[in-house]
Structure formats: structure tokens, C-alpha cells
């Protein structure tokens, strides 16, 4: 199994949280996974089985960790593999999670069990279409790369319409120059 832990970073460029990515199949030794593997981890949550066999402790310390969940994962029975506080677990979804009932509903579910929320790869043109998704979220994650001053003062706006604000954790890329 592959596995990177990568921090995620506030306004104030200190570490918030951990984002898991993992990966079941090396696709660069065996580049013929790559067209079953965004199905990996479908049924079962990868992430879920690492935080199990090393502690959340270990890998975050003190802080949440995101794990990535696709649109069909999220109809698994995530309680039952999640074995660490769910109040430390960042359910991380993207824009193929739909703005459409069998989604809001299930993320509602969800979010009743004490799961966290978090979103990302949605471009800040489709946030009034995902109004009612993102009204459940607790972070949303913008790369800032991506972002127009125009497009951050826009969302901010929209957050602030909102009577529940979501913390926006920005993914920042350094180069070494």
C-alpha cells in the first residue's frame, strides 16, 4: 500500500490537519490498473484501514485527518470501518459527488453519525449549483492557484449568506526556486 500524509494549512499558513491519500495498486509499476483504479477502495475505505492499524495519534497527532472518499465509497457502511473518533475524521468528497437528493441526503446522514465534511476539485463557478451541498461541509478546500481575488471574494460572500460558515483550508504548492 501507498500512502502520503499531506498538512493542509489555514489563512495563516499553520498546519490544520493531515490529508491520507492512499493507494491500494502501484499504477506506475502496472499502469494497467489505472483504468479500475478510481474504483479502488470502493468497498472498502483505505484510509480507514491504515488509521486502524497505526492510530490516529500516530499519524496526526492532535489534528483531524482527511480521507478521501469517491461517490460510490460514500454509500459503504462507513461506520462500521471507521474505527477512530469520528470527530477527528474529515470525510474528503468531490465534485462527482452531485448536488442531487441521494447525495445531500446520505452526506446528511452522515454528518448526524459525527463525521466531518470536506469538499474539494469544485470550481468556484459551480458553488450555486452545490448550494445545499455546501451548506453541509466543514472545509472546503481551494487550490490557490486557481483562484481569481474576484472568485475568493465570491466565495466568502456566499459562505457569509450561509448560517453555517465552513472553515476554507487552502492547498498551497511551494516550489524550490
Known sequence: M????????????????????????NFLLNPSFLGTGMNDGVGQIQGFELIENMGIETLSGDKEVFISINNISLFTD?????????????????????PNDMYINRLKELKNSGYKLAIRKLPVSSFEDYR??????????????????????????????????????????????
Open 78 to 98: 462507513i461506520n462500521e470501518q471507521c474505527k477512530a473518533p469520528h470527530d477527528r475524521v474529515v470525510l474528503l468528497v468531490d465534485n462527482a459527488v452531485l
Open 2 to 25: 501507498l500512502a502520503t500524509l499531506i498538512p493542509l494549512f489555514d489563512e495563516n499558513m499553520t498546519v490544520k490537519a493531515y490529508s491520507l491519500f492512499t493507494q491500494k495498486k
Open 132 to 177: 445545499q451541498v455546501l451548506l453541509l461541509m466543514d472545509y472546503i478546500l481551494l487550490d490557490d492557484k486557481k483562484i481569481l481575488r474576484r472568485q475568493e471574494f465570491i466565495l466568502r460572500r456566499f459562505i457569509r449568506t450561509s448560517s453555517f460558515v465552513p472553515e476554507i483550508l487552502i492547498h498551497r504548492k511551494f516550489s524550490s526556486s
